[in-house]
């Protein structure tokens, strides 16, 4: 562990469309952790869409929302759940807020599953940076390093298999 977890929250991080907001989601029917999205909170101050904000203030902007949500987090957040944007873990203070795990798949299950989904096409609408899949690449292939760097706990979830991510991440939490 990097920090100590006084606040007991649980940061997801990880790749875009990897899955953090359904294992959030399958974690508070687990546990009795309550859990929020830092994109839902950047949209809901700015009321905008992510997307909407990447168009008309830039990615610095966005990046500048994430930060105040960072600082937020850690002032303001105890017993939750906290999925991330996938940038949102080069914030400074990432290991500050709580226990942080890395949600980790290959660039190909991630597509895959985003593929397969159901609305997969407002899947990929949504994230500017899924636009054009080789720049999508090569930021996931800068960011692996860097996510491992910053986590306390490393779940692979290539399988999309919830209830297992979930199984794991409590039994690696209570360590
Ligand atoms: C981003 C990931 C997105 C969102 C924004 C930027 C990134 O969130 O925060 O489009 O830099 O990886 P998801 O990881 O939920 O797609």
């Known amino acids: 562990m990097k920090k100590e977890n006084k606040q007991n929250n649980i940061i997801l991080i990880g790749f875009m469309g990897v899955g953090k907001g359904t294992v959030a989601r399958a974690l508070v029917k687990a546990t ?14 700015e009321n905008k869409k992510i997307k909407k904000i990447f168009k008309e203030n830039g990615e ?18 105890k017993n939750t759940i906290i999925s991330t944007g996938g940038g949102f873990y ?14 980790q798949s ?6 895959e599953g985003l593929r397969n989904a159901p609305n997969s096409k407002q899947k990929f609408k949504k994230r500017p940076l899924l636009n054009d899949l080789d720049e999508a ?14 986590a306390d706990i490393i779940i692979n979830v290539e399988d999309w298999d919830e209830k297992k991510a979930v199984k794991n991440i409590l039994k ?3 360590g």
Do not use: H, M, P
């Open 106 to 111: 290959t660039f190909e299950a991630i597509l």
């Open 32 to 45: 009795d952790y309550f859990a929020v999205d830092t994109d839902d909170l950047v949209e809901s101050i």
């Open 90 to 103: 080069r914030q400074e203070n990432i290991n500050k807020i709580g226990k942080v795990v890395y949600l």
């Open 60 to 77: 610095l902007y966005f990046r500048e929302l994430e930060k105040k949500c960072a600082l937020w987090c850690e002032k303001n957040l």
């Open 172 to 174: 690696a939490i209570k």
């Open 137 to 150: 690449k090569k930021i996931y292939d800068q960011r692996v390093k860097e996510y491992e760097k910053v």
